[in-house]
């Protein structure tokens, strides 16, 4: 099996732009974080509440995929393979459409310099503007 070779700036695009990836998951992280503790402070007990919000969530997101196994399971056993295979690829395509700074981001390491300008305006995009909401509004959350 013959590789094809990898282009030349690959190397030293890798670096920056794996370290740039993660912006936009960060920023939603940090909204979920805002919006749990904003939830929060409208219970007698704030933190009690912020720390049971937290669990809620932190349960739903591990026994989501949990659930979506046994349901792929139960498919598997009943024999339906054809189900199976069409709910993996309508997920994987599911994916890559909620996240296309990841397809950017294979495509830039690749060569292509438009989806290298995308990935990079995106991610500066988001996160310039969660730094002027949080600028604008971050005084009137921290006094929560």
């Known amino acids: 099996m013959r590789f094809r ?26 909204i979920v974080g805002v919006l749990l503790t904003w939830l ?9 509440a912020t ?3 937290s669990l809620l969530l932190f349960a739903a997101l591990i026994l989501g995929p949990v659930f979506l196994s046994y349901q792929a399971e139960t498919i598997v056993e009943g024999g339906d393979l054809t189900a199976l295979s069409e709910t993996l ?3 994987l395509e599911g994916f890559l459409g909620i996240y296309p700074p990841a397809v950017w981001f294979s495509e830039a390491l690749n060569g292509n310099v438009v989806s290298l300008a995308f990935f990079l305006l995106a991610n500066a995009a988001v996160f310039a503007l969660f730094v002027v909401v949080l600028d604008r509004y971050g005084a009137r959350c921290a006094g929560l």
């Open 5 to 30: 070779t990898a282009f030349r700036n690959f190397y030293i695009l890798m670096l920056p732009l794996s370290l740039i990836l993660p912006l936009v998951p960060i920023v939603l992280a940090s």
């Open 89 to 91: 690829a309508a997920s």
């Open 51 to 53: 720390a049971i919000l």
């Open 40 to 48: 929060g402070s409208h219970f007698r007990h704030k933190s009690f």
